[in-house]
């Protein structure tokens, strides 16, 4: 069974418009979070982590964290035509170094 | 400049041979992986090590061999290629602290025909 699941498959938003991407843990020993951000032909790029209960803002990006639920979301606002990429969801476990990645979120800003 | 190499960027291989995906990262890290991307699963562990030593691999099969010959190099040898393997393989780095962001490179796409 996949340890991360995420949703959307496929998103678009307007540009300036906001873009909510979702993700949960199957497992409950995968608590600490990170969101990655890939465009096209390039490599995974890490944009937030977040390891605690509650929101987290980074500019325009948001994350928020339920650690009762294992639900993790990244919402962000005013999205612009270069926030189009693919956004993985990744877990970790306690003192590990490997990542479990989620299938991804498509976002499209449509300008 | 891209502080992970990899490799060639794009390698096409015939079923049965034997390829070598080539990493090195200049961003000081102790720790380096290998993951692949395939349309059908998403970004998938393959192997972590931590200086120069196998630290965990999720890769069933042992045509799969990771070869550290230098703190900042990982590469990988693929043997007996299948048409399944065909995908695009990340290394990347971390600095080896748990649960810290790892950085990618921009990968080697290998098609086996």
């Known amino acids: 069974q996949q340890k991360v699941q995420q949703s959307p498959e496929s998103l678009s938003v307007p540009e300036g418009g906001m873009a909510s991407l979702n993700c949960t843990s199957s497992?409950?020993?995968?608590?600490y979070f990170w969101w990655y951000r890939q465009h096209s032909g390039e490599g995974p790029k890490a944009l937030m982590s977040i390891f605690s209960d509650g929101d987290k803002k980074e500019g325009r990006f948001t994350a928020h964290l339920n650690k009762a639920s294992l639900h993790v979301s990244l919402h962000i606002r005013d999205s612009q035509p270069s926030d189009s990429a693919l956004y993985f969801c990744?877990?970790?476990?306690?003192?590990?170094?490997?990542?479990?990645f989620g299938k991804g979120t498509s976002l499209t800003v449509i300008p | 400049d891209p502080k992970i190499i990899q490799k060639p960027k794009y390698l096409v291989a015939v079923t049965g041979s034997e390829k070598i995906l080539i990493c090195e990262q200049y961003?000081?890290?102790?720790?380096m992986y290998w993951y692949r991307q395939s349309a059908k699963k998403p970004l998938e562990f393959m192997f972590s090590?931590?200086?120069?030593?196998?630290?965990d691999n999720q890769t069933a099969s042992s045509r799969f061999q990771p070869q550290s010959s230098k703190k900042n190099h990982l590469d990988l040898q693929i043997t007996a290629l299948k048409p399944d393997d065909s995908a695009t393989y990340f290394c990347a780095s971390s600095t080896g602290v748990s649960n810290e962001r790892l950085f990618f490179g921009h990968g080697t796409k290998l098609s086996v025909l």
């Open positions: 090590y931590s200086y120069q030593k196998l630290m």
């Open positions: 961003l000081g890290h102790n720790a």
């Open positions: 990744a877990a970790s476990n306690t003192g590990y170094q490997n990542f479990y």
């Open positions: 497992d409950r020993n995968f608590q």
